[in-house]
């Protein structure tokens, strides 16, 4: 019997009213008849991967662009293969929507041994798994819907973590009744009184320093404080730095950014600026050993402030709940205004002057690729860099205002890019979308570049070729045969994936070659562009060459 209103279209319609508009994942027999209302429901489309684990991938991208994402997956297998794209999600604090099809309650009352099971007649083995890598889970009953869905959904929006949500395939077309008021009231408020202490203790500690700086990372993304974030530095006069996790939440061209900082490994400028800062105003970062160098960073936790999205902390104590938001804004309107003169900021613009880029008839080196990639970019293009090579050129490249960059240098999970660049275009077909990845992380997910040519969607994307684990290389085992991968004519694949052959095909070897290329891909706007970039097998970004030797010392 099909109802006028069922537990299905109350869950599409609260995913719905979030902003989603896309559903990834992968058909299975437990959630069929589900993503029927996907397909069916208004304002929702069903954008089918071509595993579990690259539909995980680009609900990551998707989500980082769009605020929040779902995908759904049948039980058992399914989830599986998503697990580890989940497990990224919860590591960076992305907000993701798991659904999984499950089979008939009554099936798991009875404990039968069905497929995509482990035969021994329980039903919360996967449900279990997931605990550890999600904020909120929840098992869907007819009676439990509308409470279980808007509970594990408000942690999703509030905890910016994935979220897993069990579906029988007997409960989703059951009866229900429609949301009476929107989700986000209910979201986390500061509370005043801890606002002015807050205030009362950390307003004096930046006036009194004498060589404050502010670092800055992906959390302020995470929480959409772009804005309170700028506000807070223009009125304060403070020099910025951010660690490479957090590269867009603050225009790289404003006279007070300072450069990405990397430890020791940072320009001899930032890396003093920062090391010697009598107080850093730590805003949604957290330092891991790829964003610092290996933890080589040198100032004192004692001098920290860290603002995070719902407390602030200083000396040891801890103010909340204050929401990132209003403890920004609030010490914006408190902090006295620096003079620029003893703030000794050298921007980051005017650290870089130099020559003009001018090509020449050379083959191509990591160094020289990214330099003028830097340029080739426009304000508020999506930048995605796959962690290796292509993470740790893009690291340090200026970059233009607006434009957002995704990457995973926390989780580092190869092959994560090609298909989160799936997600964030679809997130916003109306901004540029570039990919950097090289040839070891794209075989790992290639065939969802088969997902992008059916959607017809246009990016860039910039496969270089090294021939193998060029980063794995430069830790560990340079010439062993487990750092080798085969070769492909990469240049064939878009057609293998798109017999209509509506993609611009190029493959670049020399600076020149580069020139015709990046002119080739302006000039595109008809089909996605695919360039493969001939490098070096040994041949590394300086960022990468310096850190590979402290993980290398890391490991050992």
């Not at 996967?126 to 408000?154: C, G, H, K, P, W």
């Not at 408190?334 to 613009?349: A, F, G, T, W, Y």
């Not at 990016?459 to 193998?468: C, E, K, Q, R, Y």
């Amino acid at each position: 019997m099909k109802y006028e209103y069922t537990v299905s279209d109350y869950l599409l319609d609260r995913l719905s009213e979030l902003g989603i508009r896309h559903m990834f994942g992968v058909p299975g027999d437990y959630n069929l008849a589900f993503l029927d209302d996907v397909i069916g429901h208004e304002g929702m489309e069903w954008v089918g991967n071509r595993n579990e684990l690259n539909a995980a991938y680009a609900a990551d991208g998707y989500a980082r662009i769009n605020g929040i994402a779902a995908l759904s997956t049948t039980f058992g297998v399914g989830e599986l293969s998503a697990i580890n794209g989940i497990a990224g999600s919860y590591a960076e604090h992305v907000p993701v929507v798991k659904i999984s099809g499950a089979p008939t309650t009554k099936v798991m009352d009875n404990g039968l041994y069905v497929h995509h099971t482990l035969g021994d007649g329980k039903f919360d083995h996967f449900s279990r798994m997931f605990q550890e890598v999600t904020a909120a889970q929840t098992f869907l009953t007819q009676e439990n819907a509308a409470y279980e869905i808007d509970r594990v959904l408000l942690a999703c929006l509030t905890e910016k973590r994935p979220v897993h949500i069990t579906l029988p395939i007997d409960v989703y077309n059951k009866p229900a009744s429609k949301p009476t008021s929107p989700l986000h009231e209910a979201v986390t408020d500061s509370n005043q009184e801890a606002l002015e202490q807050m205030l009362a203790e950390i307003t004096p500690m930046i006036n009194e320093a004498k060589r404050p700086v502010i670092l800055a990372g992906y959390e302020v993304n995470r929480y959409e404080n772009r804005e309170e974030l700028l506000q807070f530095a223009d009125k304060t006069g403070i020099p910025v730095t951010i660690l490479s996790g957090g590269k867009g939440v603050f225009n790289e061209e404003h006279p007070q950014f300072i450069g990405v900082y990397n430890g020791e490994l940072s320009a001899p400028y930032l890396q003093q600026r920062v090391d010697e800062a009598d107080c850093i105003i730590q805003i949604g970062a957290k330092p891991t050993d790829s964003t610092t160098g290996g933890f080589s960073y040198n100032f004192s936790e004692k001098n920290v402030i860290q603002i995070s999205p719902f407390s602030v902390k200083a000396t040891e104590k801890k103010h909340a709940p204050i929401t990132m938001h209003d403890a920004l804004s609030a010490l914006s309107g408190k902090v006295s205004k620096k003079d620029p003169e003893s703030m000794d900021i050298k921007s980051l613009h005017e650290q870089l002057k130099s020559g003009t880029y001018e090509a020449k008839e050379e083959n191509l080196q990591q160094n020289r690729f990214f330099e003028r990639l830097s340029s080739f970019m426009k304000e508020k293009d999506i930048l995605l860099a796959e962690q290796g090579t292509a993470y740790y050129g893009a690291a340090t490249m200026p970059i233009p205002k607006d434009t957002m960059v995704i990457g995973q240098p926390l989780w580092g999970s190869i092959g994560f890019t090609l298909p989160a660049l799936l997600g964030s275009q679809l997130a916003d077909m109306g901004r540029r979308n570039i990919l950097l990845i090289g040839d070891g992380s794209f075989q790992l997910t290639a065939q969802e570049l088969s997902t992008m040519l059916a959607q017809q969607i246009k990016p860039i994307i910039f496969l270089i070729n090294n021939d193998g684990y060029t980063v794995e290389r430069a830790i560990h085992g340079e010439n062993q045969p487990y750092n080798d991968i085969p070769m492909w004519d990469y240049m064939k694949l878009p057609e293998v994936f798109d017999p209509e052959g509506r993609t611009l095909t190029l493959k670049v070897e020399t600076e020149t070659g580069l020139e015709e290329a990046l002119k080739a891909a302006e000039e595109n706007s008809e089909s996605m562009t695919f360039i493969e970039v001939m490098m070096h097998r040994d041949d590394k970004p300086d960022l990468l060459e310096q850190l590979s030797k402290r993980f290398a010392n890391q490991n050992a």
